[in-house]
């Protein structure tokens, strides 16, 4: 499982927590930092790395799901969907939403 833009880690502990095998990664090294310390904390084995997301490192066809909350807005959305694509696997599953006052979701909600 890819958390894209993991900030300080909420998503990718909570995930871990329930069993999956998470890696994860954002553009901010102190964000970074303060998501290991959580994991280490927690005893939670999560890959965090840094790098933006218009530029993954992943190889292709890595990942089962893909979970993007709230990040978005803050990258080349293009760009970073095409990386998405190129990393996940046939048939993966894409978690995503975006919640800001711009949003179409917010007229919906």
Do not use: W
Request: aromatic letters at 8%.
């Amino acid at each position: 499982m890819l958390v894209v833009g993991c900030g300080f880690g909420d998503d990718p502990l909570r995930l871990a927590k329930l069993g999956a095998k998470v890696r994860a990664f954002d553009l901010s090294p102190d964000s970074l930092e303060i998501a290991r310390a959580l994991a280490s904390r927690e005893g939670l084995d999560v890959l965090f790395e840094e790098m933006p997301a218009e530029k993954m490192l992943y190889e292709d066809d890595t990942f089962d799901y893909i979970v993007c909350r709230d990040i978005l807005h803050h990258v080349d959305i293009q760009r970073t969907m095409q990386e998405i694509v190129r990393v996940a696997k046939p048939g993966a599953i894409f978690v995503v939403n975006e919640i800001y006052s711009h949003s179409i979701t917010d007229k919906i909600r």
